[in-house]
């Protein structure tokens, strides 16, 4: 892609966010606030943890926008029967898309038929709703990456994402290149972690994400919008 070439519209944009908020301390108020701002710009989805899945599908009755959720998060680390039953749970509340943590433990000890298992009893316990892997990326080589992807594709998912958010650091440029390099032009990858401006998210889609997860979906649009002639900048 030449440089200049590359240009998406505000709206284009919005369709490849998921607008997040998966802290903590998240309230009841703040996934309502999340829900509505993601009314207003037309994110593609929201992703929020489980607890919220039924009160962030009220939230976006007869809109267009997605609920996301989380299972195994943010370590990836606990039993197979727990994520396949916080899948179904997730599922049973409403969800549309499940995003999974992969066990990093036992990818890098080999355990790759355990893995594969694990992968396609959430696939299957999503029902037919699409299943995103977390890689978390930052603690992977280049070789595990690979096979991560691997076990990935073979494991009926339909994409491949960065990170949790959690981790060391977040998404990168190269990630997302390599990861789309490995799964081919037609397999889901979503960029996360770190991605808090419009120059990133736009380095992050022309690399190859058609997924972007972030908390300052808002933020990232306005870079993109033209400046309001009348508005009043005196205290900019």
């Known amino acids: 892609m030449q440089d200049g070439e590359f240009k998406l519209t505000a709206a284009d944009l919005a369709r490849f966010i998921e607008y997040t908020m998966l802290r903590p301390d998240a309230t009841r108020a703040r996934i309502e606030e999340l829900c509505e701002e993601a009314r207003t710009h037309k994110f593609l989805a929201v992703c929020v943890n489980g607890c919220w899945v039924q009160l962030a599908r009220h939230c976006l009755e007869e809109t267009d926008v997605r609920v996301v959720s989380v299972v195994g998060f943010p370590l990836g680390a606990m039993s197979a029967d727990v994520k396949r039953y916080e899948t179904e749970a997730a599922v049973d509340d409403g969800v549309h898309e499940v995003d999974v943590v992969l066990n990093i433990g036992k990818l890098k000890d080999g355990e790759h038929r355990a893995l594969l298992r ?15 892997v977390i890689l978390e990326t930052c603690l992977l080589t280049r070789e595990e990456k690979i096979r991560a992807c691997q076990l990935v594709l073979d494991s009926g998912a339909k994409f491949v994402k960065t990170s949790t958010g959690f981790g060391p650091s977040g998404a990168t440029v190269e990630d997302v290149r390599l990861l789309r390099e490995i799964v081919g032009p037609h397999f889901g990858v979503k960029a996360s972690g770190g991605i808090r401006d419009t120059h990133t998210a736009l380095a992050m889609i022309e690399a190859g994400a058609d997924r972007i997860g972030t908390s300052s979906g808002p933020a990232i649009l306005r870079g993109l919008r033209p400046p309001n002639p009348t508005a009043d900048t005196s205290a900019d």
């Open 118 to 132: 694990e992968l396609r009893d959430i696939v299957e316990a999503a029902d037919e709703r699409p299943v995103k």
